[in-house]
């Protein structure tokens, strides 16, 4: 059973290259369905979280800084971490790549918005503890993004693996 949970999402657009690309970042709309069809799916009250669009050399600098990987990558997460006193519903962040994005989505031949969508879903459920560090944490991952994205008609953007 799944309830009707709402992400609040707060949009920053960081991203100020070309502009056919910026053209394709998703309505904090958009946004806000696909972070809610994560937490209505798995049964999580309302949340909020911030997704941020930018550039390659600012998602590079973070993967570098946060996890050691000196490239960029098509999306960060940042969980927020509350002490357990204090009743906050927010998640954390969300560093959504607009070139890796539109690179990845030409390579894999898909819509570029169907990649944001599972980059979206992806990332939030990051955020809310999700790995695919282990095999086992990995295919349950997949799996729940096969899901989620088959509820918005996008197709298995693992087949091809």
Avoid at 24 to 51: F, H, M, Q, R, Y
Avoid at 134 to 159: F, N, R
Wanted: proline share 6%; net charge negative; hydrophobic share 40%.
């Amino acid at each position: 059973m799944t309830t009707n949970s709402t992400a609040l999402v707060d949009y920053q657009q960081a991203y100020s290259g070309n502009a056919e690309l910026a053209a394709t970042i998703p309505a904090v709309s958009e946004l806000t369905d696909w972070a809610s069809l994560v937490l209505s799916e798995l049964n999580i009250d309302d949340k909020e979280l911030t997704v941020r669009f930018v550039d390659e050399s600012e998602s590079q600098a973070l993967n570098r800084d946060y996890r050691g990987k000196d490239k960029p990558t098509n999306v960060l997460s940042f969980p927020f971490e509350c002490p357990p006193e204090v009743p906050l519903n927010l998640l954390g962040d969300l560093v959504v790549c607009v070139p890796v994005i539109a690179a990845e989505a030409t390579q894999q031949q898909k819509p570029i918005a169907h990649h944001y969508a599972h980059m979206i879903i992806h990332g939030t459920l990051h955020l809310l503890g999700f790995d695919h560090i282990e095999e086992a944490d990995a295919t349950e991952m997949e799996q729940l993004e096969i899901t989620l994205l088959a509820k918005l008609s996008i197709d298995d953007p693992y087949q091809d693996d």
